[in-house]
T-cell receptor
Framework: AQSVTQLDSHVSVSEGTPVLLRCNYS??????LFWYVQHPNKGLQLLLK??????LVKGINGFEAEFKKSETSFHLTKPSAHMSDAAEYFC????????????FGPGTRLSVLP | DGGITQSPKYLFRKEGQNVTLSCEQN?????MYWYRQDPGQGLRLIYY???????QKGDIAEGYSVSREKKESFPLTVTSAQKNPTAFYLC?????????????FGPGTRLTVL
């Protein structure tokens, strides 16, 4: 069965500095991987997804993530943080065809300091 | 505009009462999902439905019930049997249930039991 670990429950960066949110997964097969963002009291918005094509995936708002099979990682990065990036970020692994295919990590809260 | 709507945004319930949360989508998606979100736990799957008139239990289905009489609608009933119903509930849909299918989320309903 698949699982997701987000190594940091809270990350704090200064505006204009790089962002790194870490995600490691466990999967028996070739998974699909997603990053979602959630602003307070809102639904989730897809940032980017990996589905066995290019290992470096570019998403919205300047975010990108790199799939590293040898490290079972899918870390999310952004070169320069903006105040509007402050939110909760969820890494998701999808493995099984049909049904209960999305497994969410516990989330990482990103704070951006002025 | 296509999307997923959830109503109400905030809901209050007395102990012992059943309450139904609405989820409607006009994306023509076959699959729909209900998740529960608690602080620090990511999202946990309650129920999912791949097609009309069919649905399956997720990881935490006890105390909840659903129906899928129409493709665009997937209401969730929180029954009095649910021991700790106060949470944020998110509905999602996807084109199908394949591992590569992105799930699109509604804005959520925050349920508080008084």
């Amino acid at each position: 069965a698949q699982s997701v670990t987000q190594l940091d429950s809270h990350v704090s960066v200064s505006e204009g500095t790089p962002v790194l949110l870490r995600c490691n997964y466990s999967s028996s097969y070739s998974p699909s991987l997603f990053w979602y963002v959630q602003h307070p009291n809102k639904g989730l918005q897809l940032l980017l997804k990996y589905t066995s094509a290019a290992t470096l995936v570019k998403g919205i708002n300047g975010f990108e993530a790199e799939f590293k099979k040898s490290e079972t990682s899918f870390h999310l990065t952004k070169p320069s943080a903006h105040m509007s990036d402050a939110a909760e970020y969820f890494c998701v692994v999808s493995e099984d065809n049909y049904g209960q295919n999305f497994v969410f990590g516990p989330g990482t809260r990103l704070s951006v300091l002025p | 505009d296509g999307g997923i709507t959830q109503s109400p945004k905030y809901l209050f319930r007395k102990e012992g009462q059943n309450v139904t949360l609405s989820c409607e989508q006009n994306l023509n998606h076959d699959a729909m999902y209900w998740y529960r979100q608690d602080p620090g736990q990511g999202l946990r799957l309650i129920y999912y439905s791949q097609i009309v008139n069919d649905f399956q239990k997720g990881d935490i289905a006890e105390g909840y019930s659903v129906s899928r009489e129409k493709k665009e609608s997937f209401p969730l009933t929180v029954t009095s049997a649910q021991k700790n119903p106060t949470a944020f509930y998110l509905c999602a849909s996807s084109i199908g249930g394949r591992i590569t299918d992105t799930q699109y989320f509604g804005p959520g309903t925050r349920l508080t039991v008084l």
